[in-house]
T-cell receptor, first 117, second 111 residues
């Protein structure tokens, strides 16, 4: 049973298209993140949601719109895709405060490799 | 402005020897540091962490050392095994910052 799953694993699309990436966690956590691993390989936070509410938006262009229909799902919709959006996008979820897990740790999904042509 | 840096993109080590992965940070507000391990086509998985009140944390073959004055931490793996071949990410958290990652070091263990 995968704790954090993402679909699709690979996405190749043309510039200007709109696409969505989906994430689901079966850990029962309240908080979910989207990270982007850019061409320089740094993993950077994009968004954080807690119990369906937006907590962090790290100055990501508004072409990126996260949507959380419930606390187990955090989807990422990207409008008007640009070449620079090509990256690996990771969904992640930390254990809640007060649990046995270390809150700072993140359980990551396998990543979605987006290539914009 | 990268607050966490791993200056070695790759490292190759003989099986059985010690692997040392390095990480530098600039933000003195960081108070908790983590190492993640990533295999191809998988997400990073938590490996080991250290609080800023300590200078060493050991877990089996993995030891993390923290030098706060130098703003430097390192991960030691001994003895290195082929299954340790992966990309290792250093990460830090503290102050107002959420988890900040380095760019990773690809470790290859040669038989």
């Amino acid at each position: 049973d995968t704790a954090v799953s993402q679909t699709p694993k690979y996405l190749v699309t043309q510039m200007g298209n709109d696409k969505s990436i989906k994430c689901e966690q079966n850990l029962g956590h309240d908080t979910m993140y989207w990270y982007k691993q850019d061409s320089k390989k740094f993993l950077k936070i994009m968004f954080s949601y807690n119990n369906k509410e937006l907590i962090i938006n790290e100055t990501v262009p508004n072409r990126f719109s996260p949507k959380s229909p419930d606390k187990a799902h955090l989807n990422l919709h990207i409008n008007s895709l640009e070449l620079g959006d090509s990256a690996v996008y990771f969904c992640a979820s930390p254990p809640p405060p007060g649990t046995s897990g270390i809150q700072e740790t993140q359980y990551f999904g396998p990543g979605t490799r987006l290539l914009v042509l | 402005d990268q607050q966490v840096k791993q200056n070695s993109p790759s490292l190759s080590v003989q099986e059985g020897r010690i692997s040392i992965l390095n990480c530098d940070y600039t933000n003195s507000m960081f108070d908790y540091f983590l190492w993640y391990k990533k295999y191809p086509a998988e997400g990073p998985t938590f490996l080991i962490s250290i609080s800023s009140i300590k200078d060493k944390n050991e877990d089996g073959r993995f030891t993390v050392f923290l030098n706060k004055s130098a703003k430097h931490l390192s991960l030691h793996i001994v003895p290195s095994q082929p299954g340790d071949s992966a990309v290792y990410f250093c990460a830090a958290i503290g102050g107002a910052q959420k988890l900040v990652f380095g760019q990773g070091t690809r470790l290859t263990i040669n038989p």
